[in-house]
């Protein structure tokens, strides 16, 4: 297992945001009503809110969603021409697919039912319509069998692809922020009942109870409490008389960035992640509510993105602009060879302990 964390002087004190999202109220209209359209949403913070309130509003006909970052365009799937008449009213561009969101979901139940197997993951990708299958390399012989039994069982509502890489948390020893024979990446700073406090994975504080800025240094913060797996998230105290607790992330420039909204991510959004081990690496976001089957157990409602996270990275926050999005669990690959890392939504990991950004 591998621990991830910044520097206490530096991604400790990073931040998180109070939500700030941008909502449209959407009423959606008939073909025949003939509305204008709505304009496309600037950012992929309002595109994701916006799609949320199509999609619920599509109900059984909706089939998930992304962004076209490049195009600034909000792209939904639907399963009828009547469906994708009242996407586009509402101001998305759609495109009509196969599967139902209903449908996929289901597909991913029948995975945690049959197929919880130590090394994989699945996600909904709404680019192929399928839910995606990934086996690392320690998937092999009878669980590899039953793997793909279980994918093929689906038809064409899933694909599986093995990995050369090895799915874990990222915790292990080191500097930067370290307790008893580990390190970590503080994702966000955050506040509860008007004390300062910070946000990192689970894993670290189940692993953690005292944390120190260098390796055997003074105590600058206690674990109150964490959650792995199911959820991997934890929050830690800071008890260092003086510590200044910024809401900020490093970027490992010279330069800090601001963190002031919370956001929903949304599959196209262009992301960046900062830690201890290997700074600041930017991508796309892939997927959301992915369930990762590590060896320790599972973790459900995930982010996955194209960005390498390595040892060390755990805890470490993802963001856009100013926009905190999640705190970094685990990943297969690493930096050098390309990689794909997985994070707890902020969001979640903000109501759940009773925090919010200061």
């Known amino acids: 297992m591998k621990h991830t964390s910044a520097p206490l002087s530096r ?16 009423t959606l209209q008939s073909a025949q009503a003939a509305p204008a359209e709505a304009p496309e949403p600037p950012t992929a913070t309002a595109a994701a809110q916006r799609a949320r309130d199509i999609s619920s509003a599509l109900g059984a006909n909706a089939a998930g969603f992304y962004y076209d970052a490049q195009n600034h365009k909000l792209i939904v799937n639907v399963t009828t021409a009547a469906a994708a008449d009242k996407a586009r009213g509402a101001g998305a561009d759609a495109r009509i697919v196969k599967h139902s969101l209903t449908s996929l979901n289901a597909a991913r139940a029948t995975l945690k039912e049959r197929a919880t197997i130590p090394g994989t993951s699945w996600a909904m990708d709404p680019k192929t319509n ?9 998937v ?17 509502r899933a694909t599986l692809r093995q990995s050369a890489g090895t799915l874990r948390p990222l915790i292990a020893g080191g500097s930067a922020v370290w307790g008893s024979g580990a390190r970590c990446s503080l994702g966000f700073n955050v506040i509860k009942d008007g004390k300062p406090y910070f946000l990192t994975a689970g894993h670290c504080t ?8 260098t390796q055997g240094g003074p105590e600058i913060a206690v674990t109150e409490t964490g959650t792995f797996p199911g959820d991997d998230f934890g929050i830690a105290r800071h008890t260092a008389a003086g510590l200044v607790h910024p809401s900020q992330v490093d970027l490992y420039n010279g330069r800090m960035q601001s963190i002031t909204t919370v956001g929903d991510p949304i599959v196209g959004e262009k992301v960046q992640r900062s830690g201890s081990s290997t700074h600041v690496h930017g991508g796309d976001i892939t ?35 100013d926009t905190a999005l999640g705190l970094t669990s685990g990943g297969r690959g690493d930096c050098l060879f390309g990689g794909e890392s997985f994070y707890q939504p902020v969001r979640e990991a903000l109501e759940k302990t009773g925090s919010h950004i200061g």
Request: charged share 15%; net charge negative; aromatic share 4%.
């Open 206 to 213: 189940n692993a953690v109870r005292s944390w120190s800025a």
């Open 140 to 156: 092999t012989g009878d669980r590899l069998k039953q793997l793909k039994s279980v994918a093929s069982s689906l038809g064409d």
């Open 287 to 321: 997927a959301v509510e992915v369930t990762a089957n590590y060896q320790e157990g599972s973790v459900e409602g995930l982010i996955q993105a194209g960005v390498c996270a390595e040892t060390g990275d755990s805890g470490g926050p993802l963001f856009e602009g």
């Open 11 to 26: 991604t400790v004190l990073g931040g998180a945001g109070v939500v700030a999202l941008i909502a449209a109220a959407l």
């Open 130 to 138: 399928q839910v995606v299958v990934v086996a690392d390399r320690t």
